[in-house]
């Protein structure tokens, strides 16, 4: 049974139109993640959330928001999506600190035209 | 603040042949390693993990790790790969006392007939 569910698995969008990624999860984790991986990349980290406590990364853009309504759902807004933000988001939880393992959702696929 | 190096973009290698895949770590405090693999268009899988004790840790499909100390390395290994085995490996590090799991470059493991 699929435990990080990432919705939808592809998103086309239009230059400059918002879009929403959304991701949920069924094992009741504190931490959720959104990590954003380029082509032949590493995943970067964008930001997380320990429960409702919201941590972003010095270096991610304004143009990316994230919401997290409740412990099992998270979004990922993209105000102005521009050409270079195509790319693959990925949602991952984990229990919690230090020695927890992260799980990972399939993906959404974005792309910007 | 923890970071992880990949040393190969690129790892090709036969089908049965040994292979490793290099990762070394800096961190000013104690440290979890994990080595993820992800296939085409898919999310990551965690392979194995390094929490504590033993510095051999054994993962699924037959994928081993030793975790290094002096050396700061956390080396992957397989004593003899299958096609199936063709994907991109990413180590990742989280320190003892954050959220934050972050990602190697990864490398591309290509195995041939």
């Known amino acids: 049974d699929a435990m990080v569910i990432q919705n939808p698995r592809y998103q086309v969008t239009q230059f400059g139109k918002p879009v929403t990624l959304s991701c949920s999860q069924t094992l009741n984790h504190n931490v959720m993640y959104w990590y954003q991986q380029k082509s032949s990349q590493a995943p970067k980290l964008l930001f997380h959330?320990?429960?409702?406590?919201?941590?972003n990364e010095a270096d991610t853009p304004d143009n990316f928001q994230s919401r997290r309504p409740n412990t099992s759902f998270c979004f990922l807004d993209i105000r102005s999506p521009g050409l270079g933000d195509a790319a693959m988001y990925l949602c991952?939880?984990?229990?919690?600190?230090?020695?927890?393992?992260?799980?990972f959702g399939q993906g959404t696929r974005l792309t910007v035209v | 603040a923890q970071s992880v190096t990949q040393l190969d973009s690129q790892v090709p290698v036969f089908e049965e042949a040994p292979v490793e895949l290099r990762c070394n770590y800096s961190?000013?405090?104690?440290?979890?390693l994990f080595w993820y693999v992800q296939y085409p268009n898919q999310g990551l899988q965690l392979l194995l993990k390094y929490l504590s004790g033993s510095t051999l840790v054994k993962g699924i499909n037959g994928f081993e790790a030793e975790f290094n100390k002096s050396q700061t390395s956390f080396h992957l290994r397989k004593p003899s790969v299958h096609i199936s085995d063709t994907a991109e490996y990413f180590c990742a590090v989280r320190g003892g006392n954050t959220d934050k799991l972050i990602f190697g470059t990864g490398t591309r493991l290509q195995v041939f007939p």
């Open positions: 961190s000013s405090v104690s440290v979890y």
């Open positions: 959330y320990y429960d409702k406590d919201f941590n």
């Open positions: 991952a939880t984990s229990r919690g600190r230090g020695a927890a393992e992260a799980f």
